[in-house]
């Protein structure tokens, strides 16, 4: 079921509800009304003829054959005049004196010929005045306020929910506009989506779309250059092993120093290869696994066949909680930070690693005094390394930055969540 219909459906059913529920007790109000109303009505026509009597007695003092009065225009109501001792003095015509027999004053039900009646008895002066109509005229008229009830409400209700189905096509209206957009996009059109004026409420998922469409582009033009950087990379190190195996083969005497470079050679090239296993390993990982590493085994890991790792100071806080990712990725993306920093930094210079909490982080800084042969700008650099701590960063949901503290110093800051 679609959005809209179940919008419409959803408001239809409140309207009907509450409308229907508004009719009932209006109608139950109205019928209990036009009751009383009825009620009194016979009440005031027994005072009536009360009234008519005490003007003229001599009406009822004449000794009469025939008691009937003249028939009424309604078959539905009826009256009768009963004498102290139950001698019938008047009544309409066609009324069952006996149905009509009553003593008591006040309301009563009764059946006559199969019908119910409802009656009203009046005491005065020693006479009892009884009134009655026919229930079945009652309950038409019943029917006919119900009818009158029910008709606006149901044409009130059809045309309600016409105009909340034009109101909700109407608004979202936008969101079809931003589907058919989306829809009609070829996997290479990263540009921005644009629907025009977007209502406060679609413009967040337009933001967010147009985000994730940016970080997408971002993404595929970092695989790119990635790929031409890692060609590169390995470019460098075969052609070392190329050259250097040729000096091996023609100079003899010189061997033993060519082969030493071609090996130095090839464990560059062996290094380049694991780090591009490492991020094809990136990208098959879950950015929320189960895996979790402890950081003592993640600093061990890193510096284990690290050059020069001499150069290196760590200062650890005890009692670190555990990483979120699994060992092997953590090590990689500090060992490559270590590297870059031995690398570009000024030779011979101590870098430092720290390790501490902060909050529920957990904040991995090198620093290193900058090189004359460090990039002028580290965020941009698009070595291999970075580009692959930046991957397990971005993948395990960690914030990765380059700071300079002072002048001539650079820190590289991993915050992983803990």
């Not at 036009?34 to 009597?53: F, H, I, K, Q």
Request: charged letters at 25%; glycine letters at 8%; hydrophobic letters at 45%.
């Amino acid at each position: 079921m679609t959005l809209k219909r179940r919008l419409v459906l959803g408001v239809g059913l409140a309207l009907g509800v509450l409308w229907a529920s508004a009719a009932a007790l209006l109608f139950l109000d109205l019928r209990s009304q036009v009751s009383d109303t009825l009620d009194e009505r016979l009440a005031a026509s027994a005072r009536m003829v009360a009234g008519l009597v005490a003007r003229q007695p001599g009406l009822l003092e004449s000794p009469r054959s025939d008691t009937e009065l003249v028939q009424p225009e309604s078959e539905g109501v009826a009256c009768q005049i009963q004498a102290a001792g139950g001698e019938v003095l008047v009544r309409t015509e066609g009324a069952n004196s006996q149905a009509l027999d009553a003593r008591e004053p006040g309301y009563r039900n009764t059946m006559i010929s199969g019908e119910r009646w409802r009656l009203y008895t009046l005491e005065h002066n020693g006479l009892h005045i009884t009134t009655a109509d026919r229930m079945t005229e009652r309950g038409e008229l019943r029917e006919g306020i119900l009818l009158v009830l029910v008709a606006p409400f149901a044409l009130a209700l059809a045309g309600g929910i016409g105009v909340v189905w034009f109101g909700i096509s109407r608004g979202l209206a936008p969101l079809e506009q931003l589907s058919r957009e989306v829809s009609r996009r070829r996997p290479s059109m990263l540009t921005p989506v644009d629907i025009g004026s977007a209502p406060a409420e679609l413009q967040p998922v337009v933001s967010t779309l147009n985000d994730l469409l940016a970080r997408v582009n971002e993404a595929i033009q970092r695989e790119q250059h990635f790929a031409s950087q890692a060609a590169h990379e390995l470019r460098t190190p075969l052609t070392a092993i190329k050259t250097n195996l040729q000096v091996a083969a023609r100079q003899a005497p010189e061997a033993s120093r060519a082969l030493d470079q071609a090996q130095a050679g090839i464990q560059r090239m062996q290094r380049i290869i694991e780090q591009l296993l490492m991020l094809a390993r990136v990208e098959r990982a879950g950015a929320h696994g189960h895996e979790r590493a402890a950081v003592e085994t993640v600093i061990h890991q890193a510096i284990a066949d690290l050059p020069e790792r001499d150069r290196i100071r760590i200062d650890s806080e005890a009692s670190l909680p555990d990483l979120l990712l699994p060992a092997p990725l953590a090590s990689t993306a500090l060992r490559n930070l270590l590297e870059n920093a031995l690398r570009h930094g000024t030779n011979g210079e101590t870098v430092e690693l720290r390790v501490q909490c902060s909050g529920t982080d957990l904040v991995m800084t090198v620093t290193n005094p900058a090189g004359d042969h460090a990039p002028a700008d580290p965020e941009r650099s698009d070595g291999l390394g970075l580009t692959i701590v930046r991957a397990i960063t971005e993948r395990f949901d960690a914030r990765f930055e380059f700071r300079h503290p002072r002048e001539g110093m650079v820190e590289a800051v991993i915050t992983w969540p803990t």
